[in-house]
């Protein structure tokens, strides 16, 4: 018998750079790293890696978050059906790259952002699709240019837009 979902809800992601988050922090390895540096290296990187799919999967950040901080909070609607059939044509129909894939799944996915400071939200219809529009999220592109980094805002679009596309295809992890 085939059934319909039961639960299919918004999902909450914070962006795995945000300075709330209490993750191990991985270090560069230099050239010639002696084989415990690079022990030491991959265990932290497992560690974080754990500590992120946990909280992506059970959307509970406040088991990461650092005593007394804030993270901020990303929060999306499933990109399935018509949602994911009307952007795998777009990107074909407009050829777009890598990233330009992954800016598109943000667009269509993004519901609100918690903790973001002044930025409110506007969307658009695009063939009957509800996308952010673009002003916007080019003031989230703007995200650590005063900080002096000027790519900070385009990896936090990347890398939700990433795990968005990832949960499009892959479905709904078991908690």
Sequence with gaps: ???????????????????????????????????EVVKERNAALEE???????????????QITKSGQTPTIFRFIPVHGTKLTWMQGERVRRNLDWQE????AFRIAIKEIDN???????FEIIDGQRLLKRE???QLY???RDAGNPNLGRAVVLELGGFVVERAYQGVPPK
């Design 101 to 104: 894939g992954l800016e598109l």
């Design 136 to 138: 916007c999220l080019d």
């Design 1 to 35: 018998m085939l059934r319909l979902p039961s639960l299919i809800s918004e999902f909450p992601l914070c962006f795995s750079g945000d300075p709330a988050l209490d993750l191990p922090i991985v270090p560069e390895l230099a050239d010639g790293a002696s084989e």
């Design 116 to 122: 973001i400071g002044k930025l409110e939200l506007a």
């Design 142 to 144: 703007d995200i650590g």
């Design 48 to 62: 974080k890696t754990r500590k992120l799919r946990v909280a992506r999967e059970t959307g509970r950040w406040d």
